[in-house]
């Protein structure tokens, strides 16, 4: 029998997607014509791997073109890896690894600087060189308890600023170009095309997702620029004594400015008949729990890896950011796949970068996958060599590199692909 991975054909299309859902254990039935007809005008077939087994699809691997913001601003060119899937009865047998080689190799060929990817198990990418980058966090605010004012006006800043609820039409007007100055400012964060913007206002979602509208708000800053989107959608729930207990769940919330961020939360916590807050996947240093007048009424539901990262190119990866301070270091970096290791001078600044190839003793020896997790600035060089993944070869190396490779906030990504 011929497992071998291969590209996948418009007409094997549909059993592709129905493998994806057999994987994710979502459905096994047949998938609408209308939503391969969606699906496949947003898919670069030439980047999805299938494997067939008597002419059913077993195994399904996809990716697609991302921009990675890093620390600074600057951005690199991502591999994002999605739609991986292995049907239960095929597991085990390497066929995962096969396609990860094959993606990793066309990626590194193409001259994406990383690989990028939202782990649905801890387990699973380690292996193949990716590490956690970025990690989330999730908050419930019980609202009654946080000590804001049920008599304030909204934003309750006096900035002159104002929030008005849009469209999902709006939302398609305006999001580009308010996630392209957040993208700008916040390392983690990867590009949005079109689809993404549509998807999330209802265009062209597949029925069986059920969509419900949700409600959008904008914050415009004094001077009228829109610096703030929230989306958020509300459940209908009444307590025996007529007592609201409704929570809102919160979709998005991007911001351009701190202003408009504290608007916004301000905001999605005092709307009446709001007692509960479910903030969805946050930077686990977000504005919001200290923003509260009672910070402990925010109860942490979630706190986990994120956006994994692997290094394809050592040179522009880390030329492609700033640093903290000035310093040169030398990191041998081992890489089993033979796809990006080697012993590189890397001289940081605040202002950038350079880094090359060297022949002069390694300060640090660490696997490509701990540069993964080191990139955006979220892990700690000192906690690594504890951990023993990251070996010290000069005294005060890991402690330098934490002082350098560290940002001023935590690394987010915003977004699940
Ligand atoms: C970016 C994304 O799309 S994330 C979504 C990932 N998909 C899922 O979680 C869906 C459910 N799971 C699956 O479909 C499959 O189990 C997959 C895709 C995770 C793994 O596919 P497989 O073909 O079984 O993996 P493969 O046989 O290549 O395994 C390679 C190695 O990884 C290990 N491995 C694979 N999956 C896991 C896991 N979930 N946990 C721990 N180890 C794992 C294997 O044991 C094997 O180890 P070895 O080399 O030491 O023997």
Redesign the pocket.
Known sequence: MNLDPRTVSAAEFPDWIRAVGT???RSSGPVPEEEVAVRLAHTDLARVQGVFDGGRCV?TFRSFAQELTVVGGATVPADA????????T?????????M?AADLAAAKERGDVVAS?????Y???G?YGFGPASWTAEWEIDVPRAGLDPRARVPSEADGGRIELVEGADVRKLGPELHGRLAARQHGVVSRDERWWERSTGVDVPASEAWKEPFHAVYRSADGETDGLITYRADDHWGDRKQPLNTATVAGLIAASPAAERALWRFVCSIDWITTVRTGHRAPDDLLPLLLPDPRAARVVTQADWLWLRVLDVPRALEARTYASEAALVLDVRDASGLAGGRFLLEASPSGASCAPTTRDADLALDVAELGALLLGDESPVRLAALGRLDEHRAGAAALADTVFRAPRRAWCPDVF
């Open positions: 994987g994710f254990l195994a890896i999605t739609g991986v899937t292995v049907t239960p095929h597991r085990r047998r390497g066929l995962l690894g096969r990860m990817l939202i782990a649905a198990e387990p699973i990418y292996r």
